[in-house]
DNA sequence: ACAGCGACTGAACACCTGTTTAGTCTGCTG
DNA sequence: CAGCAGACTAAACAGGTGTTCAGTCGCTGT
C-alpha cells in the first residue's frame, strides 16, 4: 500500500483519493482538506495541481470514464451496458471507478453524458450487427429497445447499494453477476411472459387510441403511433 | 399558486421546498436559508418544526414514500416498479416527487430501502400470481428475475437525467412513457433474441463448472466462466 | 384581563468551506 | 556557483454553513 502510493505522483494520488471520496460520500460532502489529507498533501497543492474544486471533479470524471472506454481491455473495447457490467467482476480494481461512475450518471455532467451515448450506442451497434445475422426477434422501436437493455445494464451499477442489500450479497461481486449471467439471459431470449395477451393488449391499447386501424407487425407503424393516452391499464 | 401555498402550514410549505430543492440541487448543496427563502419562512422554523436538517430529509424521505405507497392511487395499490413508471404520466404532479425518489434511490436511506424493498415484494407478488396462474415463463431464478425486472422500472426514474438527454425528449414525460410501453412489453414478452444459442450457451458454461465447482470459487474460475458466458458475441 | 404557549423571527455563534497569499524547499540549468 | 522554476506548505481570508438564543407576536383557556 504504501510503496504504491508513493510510487504515484502527488497529482495521481490527489486524483485517486478525490475519486475514492467522491464516489463514497459525494461531491458536495467531501473536502478539498479531507482529499488531501487522504492523499497525504496539503490543500493547497489541490488546487496548485488542479485549479479549483470544480476542474478537480472534471479531472476525476475524465479519467473514470476513461479507465472503461480507453483501456484496452478487450471486454471494454465494445463497451455494451452488459458489457461493461460483465467487465467489473473484480471489483477489488474497480470498486472505487463503479461506484464513481454510479454516481456520475445520476448526474449531469458532460463525461456521464459521453459515457451513456457511448455505451447507448454500442450496445445499439451490437444489436444493429445480430439483427443483420437474423439473431434478432422484430422491434418496434429498435431505439427504445436498445435504451431499455443498457437501463437494464446500468441499473445494476446505479442502483448497487440497494440490490446489494435486498440480495444479500454484492450483485457487481463475482458471485452476484455469475448469478445475475442466466436470468438476465432468460429475460432477452424469451421474456418472462408465457403468453401473448399483455403484448396484445397493449398494441390494440395503443392503436386503437388512433384513428387508424392497427397492423400487426409492422415496425415503422408502431413508432408513428405513439402520442395518446398511456392508458394500457384501464385506468383514466 | 399563491392561494394554495397560502392553505399549507407552515411546515407543509417547508417540507415541500426542501423537496423540490433537493430533488433539483441535492442535499448537500442546498442550505436551510435556501429552504426557509423559498418556502417564506425564516431558518430558524425550519429547526423549530423538524429538529434539524438531517431530521428535515428524513420527513421529506417518509413523505415522499408514502405519496408512492400509502395514497389509494390504484396503480400504485400494487405498486410494481413497472405500474409506478406508468403511474408517473402526469410529470407536473408528481415530477419533483420522482426527482426525489431517483436520488433517494442511489443513497442508502432506510426509506429508500424500504421503498425498494416493497416495490420488489410487490412486483414478485404479481409475478407469482401470474406464474400461478400459468402465464409466466419457467425461471431458473424467480428472485433475479424480479430485481431485473425491478431495476428496468426504476432505472427509467434514477437514470431520467441521461435518457431525456439521449432521446431528446423526457422518458418520463406521457409521450417518453407511452413510447417505452410497447417495447417493454414486447421485451417482456419475448424478449430481444430470436435464437436460443446465447442462453443454451449460457446454460451449458454455468452447469458445467457447476458440477466442478463444489464450493466458494475463487476469481479466476468465476472469470473463465463469465469469458464463456459472454461469448456469445462472437467478436468481429 | 391575563398567563401560557406555540408559531415565528433577526441576530449572533462557532465552525467549516474553497481559495489566496506568502513563503520554503528541492532539483535542474546556465 | 547563482538563479530560476516548480512542487509544496502553513496560515490567513472571506464567505457560507447549521444551529442557538432571546425575544415578539397572536391565539387560547381560565
Not at 79 to 88: G, N, S
Request: with cysteine; charged share 25%.
Amino acid at each position: 500500500m504504501r510503496s504504491a502510493a508513493d510510487d504515484l505522483t502527488a497529482r495521481a494520488r490527489i486524483r485517486d483519493a478525490a475519486i475514492i471520496a467522491f464516489a463514497r460520500d459525494g461531491f458536495d460532502a467531501t473536502s478539498m482538506r479531507t482529499i488531501a489529507a487522504d492523499a497525504g498533501v496539503s490543500a493547497a497543492l489541490i488546487v496548485h495541481h488542479f485549479g479549483d474544486k470544480a476542474a478537480l471533479r472534471t479531472a476525476c470524471d475524465d479519467y473514470v470514464v476513461s479507465v472503461f472506454t480507453d483501456e484496452q481491455h478487450e471486454l471494454i473495447a465494445a463497451p455494451t451496458a452488459d458489457r461493461i457490467r460483465t467487465a467489473l467482476h473484480d471489483l477489488d480494481r474497480y470498486g472505487p471507478y463503479i461506484d464513481y461512475l454510479g454516481r456520475m450518471l445520476t448526474g449531469d455532467s458532460p463525461a456521464a453524458a459521453h459515457l451513456f451515448d457511448t455505451l447507448l450506442t454500442a450496445t445499439g451497434a451490437v444489436f444493429d450487427e445480430q439483427r443483420s445475422a437474423g439473431l434478432l426477434e422484430p422491434m418496434s422501436d429498435p431505439e427504445m429497445t436498445t435504451l431499455l437493455v443498457t437501463i437494464l445494464g446500468l441499473g445494476h451499477v446505479v442502483l448497487r447499494t440497494q440490490i446489494a442489500r435486498a440480495l444479500g450479497e454484492d450483485g457487481l461481486g463475482s458471485a452476484g453477476l455469475l448469478r445475475a449471467t442466466l436470468p438476465t439471459m432468460e429475460l432477452l431470449t424469451h421474456g418472462v411472459y408465457a403468453t401473448d395477451v399483455f403484448l396484445e393488449g397493449t398494441r390494440q391499447a395503443m392503436g386503437s387510441t388512433e384513428t387508424a386501424r392497427p397492423r400487426r407487425d409492422s415496425g415503422e407503424a408502431a413508432q408513428s403511433r405513439r402520442g395518446l393516452a398511456v392508458s394500457r391499464e384501464e385506468e383514466s
